[in-house]
């Protein structure tokens, strides 16, 4: 299985500021993807990082408010824009692989919006 | 639009008992049904069943796929408190992007009582 490492590992912001998460596998993947997480919620799947494509979102999620970034196969990173308390959430990155090509997933950034 | 629904949302058992997770679900192109284990942030992965009938088995966890009546279950026998945590069923489906992406439950929260 994939060792995953995510920085921050926790964040308090101010609204109208953005956060940029990183991460980090130890092996090159094909494609990585990124989670949210809210309160009490199940995870939602925020956009498939392809490296050296454009990510694809998932409905009701936009490149503007959340650009990603994929400059190789083993980085990623994810910027929480123009943030306000309503993106206070676990921000979880993962990667598929192993015997069954199922999915890794990082230890996750814990994000509050004051 | 993909489901999953699991229940109960919540579970309070004594170490000891044996637990029984559910998990239905409505997905086109159903590919795979996989379970996490959640304790604080980042799931980790239990099971993935393709097939109907054939029990998956991992110590004192096992479960098993209905593709007929769309539904799984994961057993946990002789719980231990260690096994507090939530609990996540997912469905793969196709995605906006072409590839195969899983659809999340909002789980089950067990916590086991010494």
């Known amino acids: 299985s994939a060792v995953i490492s995510q920085k921050p590992s926790r964040d308090i912001c101010q609204r109208g500021t953005s956060l940029t998460i990183q991460c980090q596998v130890d092996?090159?993947?094909?494609?990585m993807f990124w989670y949210r997480q809210q309160p009490g919620q199940s995870l939602t799947l925020i956009a498939t990082?392809?490296?050296?494509?454009?990510?694809?979102?998932e409905s009701g999620f936009v490149i503007d408010k959340f650009p990603i970034s994929r400059p190789n196969l083993t980085f990623s990173t994810l910027t929480v824009s123009n943030m306000s308390p309503e993106d206070s959430s676990i921000y979880l990155c993962?990667?598929?692989?192993?015997?069954?090509?199922?999915?890794?997933f990082g230890p996750g950034t814990r994000l509050t919006v004051t | 639009e993909d489901k999953v629904v699991q229940s109960p949302l919540s579970l309070v058992v004594h170490e000891g008992d044996t637990v029984t997770l559910n998990c239905s679900y409505e997905?086109?192109?159903?590919?795979?049904l996989l379970w996490y284990k959640q304790e604080k942030k980042a799931p980790t992965f239990l099971f993935m069943l393709?097939?109907?009938?054939i029990e998956k088995k991992s110590g004192r966890l096992s479960s098993i796929l209905d593709k007929k009546e769309l539904f799984s279950i994961l057993n946990i026998t002789a719980t231990q408190t260690g096994d507090s945590a939530v609990y996540l069923c997912?469905?793969?489906?196709?995605?906006?992007?072409?590839?195969?992406?899983?659809?999340f439950g909002r789980g089950t929260s067990l916590i086991v009582h010494p």
């Open positions: 993962s990667v598929a692989g192993g015997a069954q090509y199922e999915q890794y």
């Open positions: 990082a392809n490296q050296g494509s454009e990510a694809t979102y």
């Open positions: 393709t097939s109907s009938g």
């Open positions: 092996s090159q993947v094909t494609m």
């Open positions: 997912a469905v793969e489906g196709p995605g906006s992007g072409g590839s195969y992406i899983p659809t």
């Open positions: 997905v086109t192109n159903f590919r795979s």
